[in-house]
């Protein structure tokens, strides 16, 4: 079965924000393996698409990984109806998700005041939160942000071989940001490696983009934050 990709969005004014979001899950779109199956913009962005509800299938955990354009501030992404944070009911890849990506500000802030370790629970079967230590930015040639981290992490190496490599994840969301952003912007992820349920270790550190399902880390973790200038 092919990956699925997925695109939440809130314009907020900025129709830059959709493109971002939509360019990312668009561009693989294009190529064999991938499937672009969830999209969702404005007032259809809800905070059950990523909280645990009853009676609610989370829409986020529907595809293997997605691009979302929001707000946000340290340890929370804003959503139509109000916002997510460490303190709800998060199980990222409970049922597929492995990448989630985002623009919004500082979810993933990490200093002496704000700790990126708020999110592990967060983490059932998830690989990456890729996101920023800083504020970021919508507009002014940013709307490309989504269609870059794809191109990186896979598109532009299936469409013109050879020309572009294939980055593992947190290299294309280090180069995205780098063609989008200034150097008064910090880039940032956070991943996890560890056993899977075979006993087997799984390192995320150099993990791509693939059609194939990868294995996940679920046992015996542990997480590992980094940031950069862009």
């Not at 199956?37 to 962005?45: F, L, R």
């Not at 059932?124 to 890729?130: N, V």
Request: net charge negative.
């Amino acid at each position: 079965m092919a990956r699925r990709m997925g695109a939440w969005w809130i314009k907020d004014g900025l129709d830059g924000r959709r493109i971002e979001a939509q360019s990312f899950a668009s561009a693989f779109d294009l190529i064999p393996g991938y499937d672009w199956t969830e999209d969702h913009g404005d007032s259809a962005v809800k905070e059950k698409d990523f909280v645990v509800t009853a009676n609610y299938d989370e829409k986020s955990d529907n595809v293997d990984c997605l691009m979302m354009s929001s707000h946000g501030s340290p340890g929370r992404f804003s959503v139509w109806d109000g916002s997510v944070s460490t303190s709800d009911s998060v199980a990222f890849g409970a049922g597929d998700l492995e990448v989630w990506a985002s623009h919004a500000c500082q979810v993933l802030r990490h200093d002496s005041n704000n700790s990126t370790w708020d999110w592990i629970p967060a983490f059932e079967r998830l690989h990456f939160m890729c996101g920023f230590h800083t504020n970021s930015y919508s507009g002014g040639g940013r709307d490309m942000r989504g269609f870059w981290f794809a191109w990186y992490g896979g598109v532009g190496n299936a469409l013109a071989f050879g020309l572009y490599a294939h980055d593992p994840i947190r290299v294309a969301w280090k180069k995205a940001n780098r063609m989008v952003e200034g150097s008064n912007v910090d880039w940032a992820y956070m991943r996890t490696s560890g056993d899977n349920s075979a006993g087997n270790f799984v390192s995320t550190y150099n993990e791509k983009f693939q059609p194939s399902e990868p294995s996940d880390p679920v046992r015996n973790r542990t997480f590992f934050w980094a940031r950069g200038t862009c």
